[in-house]
Each structure stands twice: as C-alpha cells, then as structure tokens.
C-alpha cells in the first residue's frame, strides 16, 4: 500500500488540482491537465488535516505545470496529464498522481488514505522507464 507523501521536509504539502470549474471541495477534475482554468491549491498541516483551501486561475499566458511551480505545488492529482508537463513536474520534484476522476474531496480523501499511488502508464513501464 503506498503511503502517503505527507511533510517528509517538515512543510506544508500542498496538493494541486487541476480543474476548469470552481466549486471548492466539489470541484470536478476530469480532462487533460494542460488545459485546466483552475488549479485548487490544499494545503496539509503536519497532522494530516486541511489547512487552507484555495484556488488560481490559469491565465492565457501561462501553463498549469509553471503555476504549480510557481505556487510550490509538491503533488498534483489529475484524471490525465501530457509527457511533456509530466516530466517538467517530476523534474521539479513534484508528485505526479494521474488517472483520477472524481471531486477535490474525493480525491484528497483517497489520497490520505493512501488509495491514490503515483502510476505511470503502461508503455512506459514497458520502455522501462
């Protein structure tokens, strides 16, 4: 069971989520993660629980993956995410969890339980990488 990435550097973790609708923790993250509006930003306290909710809009200018930088993202939870993003974020150090559709809640609860583990695609694995 992969245990959760939770404040290995004694920080807030911040999780990142991409969306293209606002709605808070109902906020629905489906669809390719470069052409998300929002990114919802939850911060983890040391204990696990929500500190802060927040969220920012992508602008025109700039791509989700320079914001999640930008805002100090460590992992993002998305439904799917090109290669080139994909490795931008991994380079950084960022967690990648991909292949998740649901809510921000649901997705932040699955992940705290340790239900959503960092998987790469089959032909990746393949290729060995």
């Given at each position: 069971m992969h245990k959760p990435k939770l404040l290995e550097v004694r920080e807030l973790l911040r999780i990142v989520f991409p969306?293209?609708?606002?709605?808070?923790?109902?906020?629905?993250?489906?669809?390719?993660?470069?052409?998300?509006?929002?990114?919802?930003?939850?911060?983890?306290?040391?204990?696990?629980?929500?500190?802060e909710l927040s969220y920012v809009e992508v602008e025109d200018y700039e791509s989700p993956a320079s914001l999640v930088r930008r805002k100090n993202?460590?992992?993002?939870?998305?439904?799917?995410?090109?290669?080139?993003s994909r490795a931008y974020l991994l380079v950084?150090?960022?967690?990648?969890?991909?292949?998740?559709?649901?809510?921000?809640?649901?997705g932040?609860?699955?992940?705290?339980?340790?239900?959503?583990?960092?998987?790469y695609p089959e032909t990746l694995q393949e290729d060995g990488v």
């Open positions: 969306v293209n609708e606002f709605r808070g923790l109902q906020s629905l993250i489906d669809g390719e993660f470069k052409n998300a509006r929002y990114l919802v930003l939850v911060e983890l306290l040391e204990d696990g629980s929500v500190g993202g460590g992992i993002v939870i998305c439904d799917s995410i090109d290669d080139f950084l150090g960022v967690e990648v969890i991909q292949g998740f559709r649901g809510t921000v809640k649901e932040l609860e699955k992940y705290l339980k340790g239900e959503l583990t960092p998987p």
